[in-house]
């Protein structure tokens, strides 16, 4: 199986006794971010560490979601993530306040409504097959490695109708600025991502001499677009939000879906009530997007002096909206660390944010996550996990790696 490098080995810090400092900076366990934002939550809901510049972190449901409606006091056109890890150029609308960013976002929003998602889900559902196949065939493989670093890769080529020589560009590339962005390796992550900005160039270019409808298209609807006064849209904004478009989908499915095969092999009997009834497979989804967000470093940078659960935070400095642990919140979720697919009338999970910024891209998110649990699922009877599984760093939560062995249905 594939070997993904990781920095030198430290050992776990849990949350210091300084009520006001954390440690982000750590090593961890598929369980230790979730001890940690617990203990921040009940001591501590909005606490401070020196890791990555300094930064302030939400913990708590109601102040995160507070936090992504007030685009007024809390900016995300300065620093989107903690760690900072933009190298280069605004990549619209995540780089972008309202109302700037709004253009963008309308003009990318009808490419995820339902009658799209219906045309789409044949096309995922064959790349999904395509890559399990030989995989179950095997009867082994690493989840994250093999699989879920190349499915969004797959997908975006085919969502951004790109000719074969560029998508197999993306294919290659984009594991690569994953696998640098998640050991922290700088260098590559910016060559990388400017080889994207290369690639984003080149789609629009086509786009531009092979225009195709905008309402299936992200990049002929960017160059389509006009801004609220009728003017197209800037080409350095364009450029920018076709690069964002192309790497936004990857990280998170890579990470989240191998969170979803850790759960099911630590929980066999909620394979097996899936493989019976596989009609509560979208419940099912939405309760581990809750359980395991593969968010927990999405940034806002205060606009003026303010103070949030008695902390005195100050014009400029950045706050990450820790989505991984409002999704556990006890004020938010009954017996929050438990899978449970009977949460009717509870308030509802944020694993794709809220506001002017919620994940615009979020159905196809759910559409090839589904369609993973789906094939997974009928494919096999279920899987063992058989190595280490290595841990990302912030901005994201979820495993590296996660290599197993399957199962047949009289293994189970």
């Known amino acids: 199986m594939a070997d993904i490098s990781r920095p030198a080995p430290r050992t776990f810090v849990p949350p210091r006794n300084n009520l006001h400092e954390f440690s982000a900076d750590v090593v961890e366990g598929f369980d230790d971010a979730h001890a940690a934002f617990k203990d921040l939550r009940g001591r501590c809901p909005v606490a401070h560490s020196a890791d990555f510049e300094g930064f302030w972190v939400l913990t708590k449901y109601d102040d995160v979601v507070r936090a992504l409606a007030d685009y007024e006091n809390f900016s995300t056109a300065h620093q989107n993530v903690v760690p900072r890890v933009a190298t280069s150029g605004r990549r619209p609308p995540l780089h972008l306040d309202p109302p700037e960013h709004t253009p963008y976002r309308r003009a990318i929003t009808p490419l995820f409504y339902p009658e799209r998602m219906a045309f789409w889900e044949p096309v995922v559902r064959k790349i999904i ?33 790109i000719p074969a020589e560029q998508a197999e560009k993306i294919r290659n590339i984009g594991a690569d600025f994953n696998r640098a962005l998640q050991v922290r390796d700088m260098a590559a992550l910016e060559q990388t991502s400017l080889f994207l900005y290369d690639v984003a160039r080149e789609i629009i270019a086509l786009r531009k001499i092979s225009p195709l409808d905008p309402g299936v298209d992200p990049t002929s609807a960017m160059l389509a677009a006009r801004d609220d006064e009728g003017r197209p849209l800037p080409d350095d904004m364009i450029l920018g939000t076709i690069r964002q478009l192309l790497v936004v989908g990857i990280i998170a499915p890579t990470t989240f879906t191998g ?100 994940c615009a891209g979020a159905p196809l998110a759910r559409l090839m996550l589904r369609v993973t649990l789906e094939e997974l699922i009928s494919r096999t009877g279920g899987w063992k996990i058989v190595g280490p599984v290595p841990m990302t760093t912030w901005p994201e939560y979820g495993p590296l790696s996660v290599p197993v062995r399957f199962l047949g249905d009289d293994e189970r």
Not at 155 to 161: D, I, K, R, W
């Open 259 to 358: 969170s979803m095969a850790i759960h099911l092999a630590r929980h066999p009997e909620h394979f097996a009530m899936l493989k019976a009834n596989p009609a509560l497979i979208p419940d099912a989804l939405e309760e581990l997007l809750r359980l395991y967000t593969p968010y927990r470093g999405f940034a806002r940078t205060a606009k003026r002096d303010m103070e949030i659960g008695g902390r005195q935070i100050r014009k400029d400095e950045p706050i990450a909206l820790a989505f991984t642990s409002a999704n556990r919140d006890a004020d938010a979720f009954e017996d929050p660390d438990t899978f449970r697919l009977d949460r009717p009338g509870e308030k509802k999970h944020m694993a794709f944010g809220r506001g002017p910024h919620q």
């Open 129 to 161: 097959a395509d890559l399990l196949t030989p995989l179950v065939a095997r009867g082994e493989a690493d989840i994250c490695v093999d699989f879920s670093y190349r499915l969004p890769i797959f997908v975006l080529a085919e969502f951004f109708h």
